[in-house]
């Protein structure tokens, strides 16, 4: 990446839109998992918008709750994750007609379009440099199909990227292409023939249409759809254990011609389209502590993509994508200039690219989401989807976590649900979520929770990630 470079590239980094649309998110399965042959494989019974499929493989053994993205669309997606080593199953469903901005890899979905899906997600593979494993077979609905086993090297569960085996089949049923992925993180010395008997294991996967039967479905867990119903714009301070005033909300970014830009990106958007597109707050609830998620949401076909360049940086993001939100709370809050990421790596890559594009910037603290560092508190930035093509970035505004390491965290998003609010699930210290779930999380030791400079107690733990008064 040269230095002084004031554009992004076409799609590597700052492609970061979330396709994700089932109405759920789920809660905790039973564990073990239900048993669906006599084979002692086990299984789940997941359910996909209109489509209920059974999902057997080892790959699932231990899994403890599958997550779903956030109300949305019509591109849907159900992903659960282990850790010590990392290991994680996701199944996504594109319908006929869409775009996974998740997985842009894969391109449009179309009948006819799983070859060169296929292909085109292995020509992203090599791009990463991977290994090749071999070209597993499963059967996905009733058919026979072939897939690509990798090894390639990945931030599963910190800033430093360690070997992982990616085992992925793309075919078509049900009206859309579908994707399943299998991922394993490999142990020392992770080379190709330590990884050959993951591939092994991992490559069992059957997914069938229908009921389950005998297995047990996903728990039912209503996301935060309508609005920040755990916190608000203020913080009640003796609950933190903060003292002093509590700072401003972030103002409104300096360079907007109107709510949400409106008047800049409507001009774009008829350079682009043809015809004008207002830009608009996800819904009256979108805005907390002055920072706004904004729409329409280009990963949806809403909107195009709009690039802006903030006052003074050197590097632009695209509205309304999910890395715009997450670098202008950081631009604003903290003082962080954008830097090349996509969502998956918004938190990775902060070190990566300090020197060039924030020299005199904060230090930020990378957080693993393996259970041992600090859970995230609001002002946070989260990455999802270590595994996937693009993933996923957003905001923590609350945090209601008990003293078991139980509960949820509220972020706000954008190019994602609806209304710009979802709820991801914590469980033993460790957060879920969807799109193979959150990686990571940034913090600024120097900023207090909820944001606002005052320093944040070294001793402050993981119990203390709790949310502002409601």
């Known amino acids: 990446m040269s230095a002084g470079r004031r554009r992004p590239p076409e799609r590597p980094f700052l492609w970061a839109g979330i396709i994700l649309a089932p109405l759920l998110l789920a809660g905790p399965l039973l564990s073990p998992m239900p048993v669906l042959s006599d084979t002692g494989t086990p299984g789940i019974s997941l359910t996909l918008g209109a489509t209920t499929v059974i ?65 085109s997600l292995g020509a992203f593979r090599t791009s990463q440099g991977a290994v090749t494993l071999g070209d597993p077979e499963v059967t996905l609905f009733g058919a026979q199909v072939t897939g690509a086993a990798n090894l390639v090297n990945l931030a599963v569960d910190g800033p430093t990227p360690t070997p992982t085996v990616l085992v992925e089949w793309v075919t078509e049923a049900e009206g859309g292409l579908w994707l399943v992925r299998v991922a394993e993180e490999v142990g020392s010395p992770g080379t190709a023939a330590a990884a050959e008997p993951i591939v092994a294991q991992l490559a069992d996967m059957t997914v069938a249409a229908g009921n389950g039967g005998s297995a047990t479905e996903a728990g039912e867990y209503q996301p935060n759809i309508a609005g ?23 103002p409104t970014p300096s360079w907007w011609s109107g709510t949400c830009d409106t008047n800049v990106y409507s001009t774009a958007a008829l350079a682009l389209m043809g015809g004008p597109l207002a ?185 203390h990630a709790l949310a502002p008064a409601t």
């Open 228 to 250: 920040p119903a755990t916190t608000n714009g203020s913080l009640d301070q003796e609950t933190q254990g903060i003292s002093g005033p509590v700072p401003p909300p972030v």
């Open 55 to 119: 999902l057997q493989g080892t790959a699932l053994e231990g899994l403890s709750q599958f997550d779903l993205g956030p109300a949305g669309l019509n591109v849907m997606t159900a992903s659960a994750a282990a850790r010590d080593p990392y290991r994680e199953v996701t199944l996504t469903e594109v319908p006929y007609g869409a775009v996974d901005a998740d997985d842009p890899a894969l391109g449009p979905a179309f009948p006819g379009a799983a070859a060169g899906s296929r292909a």
């Open 279 to 463: 830009a608009y707050p996800l819904s009256a609830t979108s805005t907390w502590d002055g920072l706004t998620a904004c729409g329409p949401r280009p990963g949806y076909a809403e909107g195009p993509d709009v690039s802006v360049l903030y006052p003074g940086a050197q590097w632009s993001v695209l509205e309304w994508e999910c890395v715009e939100l997450s670098m202008r709370w950081m631009y604003e809050e903290w003082n962080v200039e954008p830097y090349p990421a996509n969502g998956s790596n918004v938190v990775w890559n902060y070190a990566a690219f300090q020197s060039e594009y924030n020299p005199d910037g904060p230090v930020l603290t990378a957080v693993a989401n393996n259970g041992v560092g600090p859970m995230p508190v609001p002002g946070d930035v989260l990455s999802y989807g270590a595994t996937s093509t693009a993933g996923h970035t957003s905001v923590v505004t609350g945090a209601n976590i008990d003293a078991n390491g139980d509960g949820t965290v509220t972020v706000l998003e954008q190019n994602a649900s609806a209304t710009g609010w979802d709820t991801v699930t914590v469980t033993d210290w460790v957060l879920g979520g969807y799109d193979g779930g959150v990686s990571g999380w940034l913090h600024n030791p120097s900023i207090r929770v909820g944001g606002g400079p005052a320093p944040l107690a070294p001793a402050q733990s993981r119990t």
